[in-house]
C-alpha cells in the first residue's frame, strides 16, 4: 500500500513536469527548472533529516519499535490493523523520500534513474538475503558505509537544484526584460557569480566516466563560485551532524546513590 502510494506520487510529479514542458505558456519554461530546484531542495532536506536522525535514533530505534509492537499485539487482537496503518505510513514516507531522489536526479537524464532502480533492486536483494537466506553482516558498519555514500549525493544535489534555479532565472531574463540585468554579466552565471573551472574538454559530464561522477555525486564540468560555497557549506554542516552522530558517545548511565 505505501509503495503504491509512492509510486502514484512520481506518477504525479513527473506529470506535472510533462505538462510544463508541452505547455505554450511563456512562462511555462520558468516553472519547468523552478520546480526541478524545488524537488531537489526538498529532497535534500528530507534525505538530510533522515541521514542525522537515522544515525541518532539507531542505537535504540529496533528495541523500540519490537517493544511497542509486542505490546500492543499482546493487549489487543485487533491492533494488527493499527501496525499494517504504521508500517504502511512508514514505507510511504520512505517511499516519499525516494521518489522526490529520483524525480531529482530524473531531470539528468536517464542514467541516474537506472542507477537509481538499480540502487532499488539491490536494497530488495539485501533485504531479502538479510530475512529469508540469514546472511549476517555488520549492519552497522554497512549502513555508516552507505550514509556516507548517501551524503555525497546528496551534497551533489545541492550542486544540481542550484544550477536548476539559474537556469530558471536565465529563461525568466530571456523572456522579461525587467529581470535582464540579472544576467547582464558575460563573465559570470545569473546568481550563481563567476566560474570555478570548467573541465568540458577534460571531463565532460555527458560522457563516461563523468557521466557516472554526475549521477552518483553531482559532477559537473562547468561549477560556479555560489555552488562551490554551497556543496561545501552543505558538508560541512550536515556532514558534521552525521559524523558527530557516529562517533559520539552515549551518555553513561547514571548510579544510583548509594544509601
Known amino acids: 500500500m505505501g509503495i503504491a502510494a509512492s509510486v502514484l506520487i512520481g506518477v504525479g510529479f513527473s506529470g506535472i513536469l510533462l505538462i510544463l514542458a508541452n505547455s505554450n505558456q511563456p512562462y511555462a519554461a520558468v516553472l519547468t527548472p523552478l520546480l526541478e530546484g524545488i524537488f531537489c531542495t526538498v529532497a535534500i532536506a528530507l534525505l538530510s533529516w533522515m541521514l542525522v ?127 535582464a540585468d540579472l544576467c547582464s554579466n558575460p563573465n559570470s552565471s545569473c546568481i550563481l557569480g563567476a566560474q570555478v573551472w570548467d573541465t568540458s574538454d577534460i571531463l565532460p559530464d555527458r560522457q563516461l566516466p563523468g557521466i557516472l561522477l554526475k549521477a552518483l555525486f553531482g559532477y559537473t564540468q562547468k561549477l560556479y563560485l555560489v555552488q562551490a560555497i554551497g556543496y561545501i557549506t552543505f558538508l560541512g554542516t550536515v556532514g558534521g551532524l552525521y559524523f558527530r552522530s557516529i562517533t559520539g558517545k552515549a551518555p553513561s548511565p547514571t548510579h544510583p546513590a548509594t544509601p
Open 53 to 179: 536522525w537515522m544515525t541518532q535514533q539507531a542505537r535504540t530505534l529496533k528495541t523500540a519499535v519490537e517493544g511497542a509492537i509486542g505490546a500492543a499485539l499482546a493487549e489487543n487482537s485487533r491492533a494488527g490493523w493499527g501496525v499494517f496503518g504504521l508500517v504502511a505510513i512508514a514505507v510511504l514516507r520512505e517511499g516519499f523520500e525516494t521518489v522526490l531522489f529520483i524525480a531529482a536526479q530524473f531531470q539528468q537524464g536517464w542514467m541516474p534513474v537506472l542507477g537509481a532502480l538499480a540502487g532499488l533492486g539491490g536494497a530488495t536483494v539485501i533485504g531479502f538475503a538479510l530475512f529469508q537466506v540469514g546472511i549476517k553482516i555488520n549492519l552497522r558498519r554497512f549502513f555508516q558505509t552507505m550514509g556516507i555514500l548517501l551524503l555525497l549525493i546528496v551534497s551533489g544535489l545541492v550542486v544540481t537544484a542550484l544550477r536548476k534555479f539559474d537556469g530558471a532565472i536565465g529563461i525568466l531574463a530571456q523572456i522579461d526584460p525587467q529581470f
